[in-house]
Structures are given as C-alpha cells and as structure tokens.
C-alpha cells in the first residue's frame, strides 16, 4: 500500500478493489486554511481556479495525491475509492469547504462536465421524506438501481465523483457498487447481439436535456475490455428483443451476488471509473425527518486509456 504524508491509505472491508482513503485532520486543516483564500462564488466564475486549488491540495500531499488517484481510477482492477476526512467536523468542513474540496478532487483527474441539472460544473441535490420529482434520483424509499452516469448525454462521462455532505436521522440507503468484471453474466450478456444494437436513450424533464442520443449498452475499450453505459429509466426500447434484453440486464445487475455494499459517511466522495463500474443505492427506511444532501461531479479524464 502506498505512503503518502497527510494520508492513510487501506483497503475498504467492503472490497479489496476499492481503496479506503482517510484525509489526516491536521492535514484537511491546512488545506482549509489554504481553500478560505479563495470564494466559492470566485470557482464558480473563473474555472481557472478550479485548477489552482486543485494543484494546492496535491502540493499539501507533497505532490502524490494526484498519481494515486488517477492510478486508481484508471486501473481496471480498481476503478474506485472513497475519501474523506479521519474525523468529519460539519461546523469546520461546511458545504462551502466540501463543494472545493471536491473540486480539487476531480480537477485532479479531469474536468468536470456541465451539468444540466444545475446548470453548472457540479450539482448540489437534497434527497428528503417526500418527493415530487421525476427520476429516481430523489426517491429516498426507492432503491437507486445499478447504472452508469451520462447515458442520455453527447459527451463522454469517464468518472464519476459522488459526495455526501450530510445526512441526518438516515437509516439504510447504503451506497453499492457492482464491477463488470465482478458480474457473473458479464460473458453471457456482451454475446448477446442486441447488446451490440444501438438504443435509444431520453430522459426526463428535470435533466434539462432535450435531445436523445443513440448507442449501444456494451462496447470495448482501446484494449479490448468491455465496458457499459446503462441506466434502467432512460433507454427507449424500439423493438421486443430491445425491450427483453434490458429487462433481463436489469435483474442479472441487481441480483448479482457481488455487490459491493457500505455506509458511506458524511464528508466522504465515492470517486469511481463510470466504464467498468456501475454504482447505486440500496433503499431508506421511511424516517419523516431524513435528510440528505448530496452533491456530484462527473466528467472526462485529461488523458483515457478508453
Ligand atoms: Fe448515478
């Protein structure tokens, strides 16, 4: 396992594939004292900034921080890790201070596609009792079943970096995270011709998208491996076969015996390759006082073995 100054780095209990990265406090303190220098409103209006705390942070982990994570991210034996401080204090990290942090995060690896949603780098979102919405994104006694991010959009999604930046009176709704390579059907389902057709993919009017794209649910990348884009709620199927084959994906995915299931604690990222790894969430209990908040970033690497 990798030293590095500021950082204890493990395996996660819940798998050996994804790394468990704890931020020292003393170190996350430092990189506090160092993001106050510069508004959230300033990141928000000059991306260059985006990149200047980015490269901050790595300086305040002697520079190493940036090859674990890219390593980690990009290596098809990894793909994922969670981060987050050793001892989350809310009045110390505020949302302020975890909306940079997870931007230096990602400016680590990439940059951050637009989103939609929120109409800018990242999206900020509440999961509470009770919902009106239109996706599962925001149905806290739904399960969130597996999928990739960015289905439904033109540009190409390769990570994704989920942050949870509090929770309150919650009990269940654990994160899961389910590796194609892991997937016992991975074999049968990349043979099978429709997964090779192209479908259509929509989505609904919250997304602020008002187009649909088209491409297949498998492909390879430049090595050959085969690699996903899939969401439960947003292909159009066009045909029988169509239809049928993502309804046998869709239970295949969710009763594989090989999730990887945790309580992901509030302060922590979920930072996780979106080609060979498909995430979700397991259900709430009904709590009328549950709230969450969330926020997301998802984007393209500055260089892809993809
Ligand atoms: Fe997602």
Not at 44 to 73: A, Q, W
Not at 223 to 250: H, V
Request: hydrophobic fraction near 35%; charge should be negative.
């Amino acid at each position: 396992m990798n030293s590095v100054t500021g950082l204890h780095i493990s395996h996660h209990p819940a798998s050996e594939r994804l790394l468990d990265i704890k931020i020292k406090n003393d170190y996350l303190d430092k990189v506090k004292d160092l993001f106050d220098q510069n508004e959230l409103l300033d990141i928000e209006y000059k991306p260059f900034l985006r990149f200047h705390i980015s490269d901050i942070f790595n300086k305040v982990f002697d520079g190493k921080i940036k090859d674990i994570i890219n390593k980690t991210l990009q290596d098809r034996d990894q793909g994922a890790f969670i981060v987050g401080p050793e001892h989350m204090d809310s009045n110390k990290y505020d949302t302020d201070f975890l909306v940079k942090l997870s931007t230096a995060l990602t400016h680590l690896v990439g940059t951050p596609n637009f989103d939609a949603m929120a109409g800018k780098f990242y999206a900020r979102f509440e999961v509470k009792h009770t919902d009106n919405s239109d996706s599962y994104l925001r149905k806290a006694y739904k399960k969130l079943d597996l999928h990739t991010d960015g289905t439904y959009v033109k540009e190409k999604t390769d990570w994704l970096l989920m942050m949870k930046m509090k929770e309150e009176n919650a009990n269940g709704g654990e994160s899961v995270l389910l590796h194609l390579d892991d997937w016992e059907d991975l074999d049968t389902f990349t043979k099978d011709p429709v997964a090779k057709e192209n479908f259509i993919w929509g989505s609904p009017k919250s997304k602020n998208i008002d187009y649909k794209i088209e491409h297949p649910v498998f492909s390879k990348d430049k090595e050959g491996r085969p690699i996903i884009s899939y969401i439960d709620q947003f292909p159009e199927p066009t045909s029988l076969e169509q239809g049928l084959f993502l309804n046998k994906l869709s239970n295949s995915l969710e009763n594989s015996i090989n999730h990887i299931a945790f309580k992901l604690p509030p302060g922590y990222s979920i930072f996780s390759n979106n080609h060979f790894l498909l995430h979700g969430r397991r259900a709430f209990q009904s709590s009328p006082n549950m709230s969450r908040e969330l926020l997301r970033q998802r984007g393209v690497f500055y260089s892809s073995k993809l």
